[in-house]
C-alpha cells in the first residue's frame, strides 16, 4: 500500500491516480468516496473545510478494505489526515493485514496551490473553507510525517510545486527504486 498525503491542491488526487495506472493498482481516496457518498451532514462539515470524525472515516477504510483486491497494489489517498488515523492504520500493519510500503509526501506552498484550486471551482475550495484545511493540514497532518519516519516507514518528500508530469516522474522513480 502507497499513502499519498499533500495539502488540498498538492495534487494527490492527479499524482495517485496516473501512478496507479502506471504501476496496474487500485486508487482508493476517501475525499472521492465521501463526495459520492454524500449526506447533508457531511456535506456542511467538507464545505466548512472541517475534517469528519475519525469513527466515520475508519468505517470508510473497512469498507476499503474488505472491498480491495489486492492491498500491497492498492494508492490510498487522503488517508490518513490524524495521528490517531495514522495509528489505527499502523496497528494493522503490526497485526500483519496490510503492508505500509511508503508515504508520498507532495510538498507544495500554500501561495502555489491557492493558485491552482482556483481553476478547479469545488465547492470546499472557498476562501474560507481553505483556510481552514490549510490550518487542519498543519496542526494535524504533517505531524505524522515524523510519527512515520519514527516507525520506520519510508517517507518520500516530493517538490509538487512542478509540473504535472514532472513530478511523476520523480514519484515512479522513488517507488520503483525500492521495489
Ligand atoms: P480530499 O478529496 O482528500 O480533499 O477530501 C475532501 C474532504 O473530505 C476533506 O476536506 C474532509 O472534509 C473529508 N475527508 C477526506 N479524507 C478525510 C480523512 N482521512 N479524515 C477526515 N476527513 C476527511
Request: negative net charge; glycine residues 8%.
Amino acid at each position: 500500500m502507497i499513502i499519498f498525503m499533500g495539502v488540498a491542491g498538492a495534487g494527490k488526487s492527479v499524482q495517485g491516480k496516473l501512478l496507479a495506472e502506471a504501476l496496474g493498482y487500485q486508487w482508493l481516496s476517501t475525499g472521492e468516496y465521501l463526495r459520492s457518498n454524500i449526506t447533508p451532514e457531511r456535506k456542511q462539515e467538507m464545505e466548512a473545510g472541517k475534517l469528519l470524525a475519525d469513527a466515520e472515516i475508519f468505517s470508510i477504510l473497512e469498507e476499503f478494505f474488505q472491498g480491495m483486491k489486492d492491498q500491497g497494489k492498492t494508492i490510498l489517498d487522503g488517508f490518513p489526515r490524524t495521528l490517531s488515523q495514522a495509528k489505527w492504520l499502523h496497528d494493522r500493519y503490526e497485526k500483519g493485514e496490510i503492508i505500509i510500503s511508503s508515504v508520498i509526501y507532495l510538498d507544495a506552498s500554500q501561495e502555489v496551490v491557492k493558485d491552482r484550486l482556483k481553476s478547479r471551482g469545488r465547492p470546499d475550495d472557498s476562501d474560507e473553507a481553505l483556510s481552514r484545511r490549510f490550518e487542519e493540514f498543519e496542526e494535524l497532518t504533517l505531524p505524522i510525517l515524523d510519527w512515520f519516519k519514527s516507525k520506520g516507514v519510508e517517507v518520500f518528500e516530493i517538490d509538487a510545486e512542478r509540473e504535472v508530469e514532472a513530478i511523476h516522474k520523480d514519484i515512479l522513480n522513488k517507488v520503483s527504486s525500492e521495489r
